[in-house]
């Protein structure tokens, strides 16, 4: 584990702000680039977009967190204002950005579809990597173990091991993107025939599905336990509905409408 990434004289400047600082930044960078590069979208209404799905992203991460947590900052209500103390969840995150790009793209009477392709390999990218951060910091840690690749966290007494559950989340997300990758060279960009969201309702199941799979191996309480399985089941659910209907309108040779696809 390596927590303090530097220190700037009593300021400590930790690992895991930094990784997902910069992984957000690169991801957001990204995405911007595909949706004008790869799906026409103009940029100025991508830059809109964005700036809202951000500020969605740190929303739902907070309040995510907080869901989840309810019993540590029901014992310490002013917690809840202490943003910098970190307390972020990753499910929410991406519901909440995705709410707040759906809706500035509304009131530019934009589809959603081009803007979600866009997203979807960057928002893969920004967990394979962003999880090492939480490796760094020693969070969402894994139960005790005797698996040979089991890891020794700090605050466990010694020739005790846990799962290296940042590392599966890691490895199956970066997948995850390569399959999305593969999938986008063979279904095309936004000079697709079908104009329908594909990709990005595959990750949210994709990653529902790899959270449904981490969840039991990892160390939190059984409450916070319970409550991210319902979250990762809810991302999952709302890919394969999501996916089934762009497939459905697709085989119809519906347009994507007016509708969140």
Not at 69 to 94: C, H, M, T, V
Not at 198 to 222: H, K, M, N, Q
Request: hydrophobic residues 50%; contains cysteine; positive net charge.
């Amino acid at each position: 584990m390596h927590p303090v990434l530097f220190k700037i004289g009593s300021r400590v400047i930790d690992s895991y702000t930094v990784a997902w600082t910069f992984c957000l930044a690169f991801a957001l960078a990204w995405t911007r680039n595909r949706a004008s590069r790869l799906y026409g979208m103009d940029d100025e209404n991508v830059r809109f977009a964005l700036f809202w799905g951000f500020l969605g992203i740190l929303v739902g991460a907070r309040l995510g967190h907080i869901a989840v947590n309810w019993q540590d900052y029901a014992l310490e209500p002013a917690k809840l204002l202490r943003f910098w103390e970190g307390g972020l969840s990753a499910l929410p995150a991406i519901l909440g950005g995705g709410l707040a790009a759906l809706a500035a793209l509304r009131r530019s009477k934009l589809p959603l579809w081009p803007l979600a392709e866009s997203a979807s390999l960057p928002a893969a990218a920004l967990v394979a990597v962003g999880r090492w951060g939480c490796l760094a910091e020693g969070c969402c840690y894994g139960k005790v173990t005797d698996v040979p690749w089991g890891i020794h966290f700090p605050f466990d007494p010694a020739g005790v091991a846990r799962h290296p559950t940042q590392v599966y989340e890691s490895l199956s997300a970066l997948f995850l993107l390569l399959v999305l990758a593969f999938l986008e060279r063979k279904i095309g960009g936004g000079n697709r025939k079908a104009k329908q969201a594909v990709l990005w309702p595959l990750f949210l199941a994709g990653y529902g599905l790899i959270r449904l799979a981490v969840e039991p191996l990892r160390g939190e309480p059984v409450m916070g336990t319970l409550a991210a399985r319902s979250w990762s089941l809810g991302v999952f659910l709302l890919g394969a509905a999501w996916l089934a209907v762009s497939v459905f309108r697709s085989r119809k040779g519906q347009p994507a409408g007016e509708g969140i696809l």
